[in-house]
């Protein structure tokens, strides 16, 4: 028989959504106990040089502080302190947690250190990004789930947190358009472009027409 704990590996970037996915991987290790929680949180960079060079692709990244490895070992182990002092009975739980900062892409870091530790879960939380801003700023999640090779389980914001897509008002000179063709056209000269033309189907009387198809085009 094995005497390999049962290893979690939940990445953090101190966000509200990392603090959830931080109680969940918690729990997961806590049901498998013994186990490991090891809490991983990475880093771009920890030097000024490494700083600018990592920032090159988007201005401003650079303007706030950098830590050394030190300390934002010690930045972790302070959060995971507040963080986790708040569960119960933590060592009666024999959950072992274990403080990681890691210079490297997040991506690849959380995943590599996962498979350096032999883990059996990552858990991650998802921002929820949509469109632009997922398209920029890419998705930790997704990379997770592409690039790791042991069990993940995703944590979704709470449905309050979900960003609302902006959606237009109704065009004026569309509704001008349909309230002055009693609803016979639909768009306005401009968005008519977009629609193309449209179809309307009635519902045809299958005993007197020619076909047994009920939808007559006109």
Known sequence: M???????????????????????AFEQASRA??????VVH?????????????????????????????EQQALLVKHLD???GAVPVVQERKVRVIAHVVVNAPVFG???????LEADLIVVGSHGRRGLARWLL????????????????????????????????????CVTARSASAGQELWCAQHREHHGRRHT????????????FPLVVR
């Open 2 to 24: 094995s005497n390999k704990p049962f290893v979690v590996v939940v990445g953090t970037d101190y966000s509200q959504q990392a603090s959830r996915a931080l109680k969940v």
């Open 33 to 38: 106990a013994p186990a490991e929680l090891h």
């Open 42 to 70: 990475v880093s771009l960079a920890t030097s000024p040089e490494t700083a600018v060079r990592s920032a090159l692709p988007f201005a401003g990244l650079a303007a706030s502080p950098v830590l050394s490895l030190e």
């Open 82 to 84: 507040a963080a986790l």
């Open 110 to 116: 959380l995943t590599q250190l996962a498979s350096q």
């Open 138 to 173: 890419g998705s930790v999640a997704d990379g997770v789930v592409r690039q790791a090779n042991c069990a993940i389980l995703v944590v979704p914001p709470e449905p309050h947190e979900l960003p609302v897509p902006a959606i237009e008002p109704a065009c004026p000179e």
């Open 201 to 212: 189907y009635h519902q045809g009387d299958r005993a007197c027409a020619d076909t047994n």
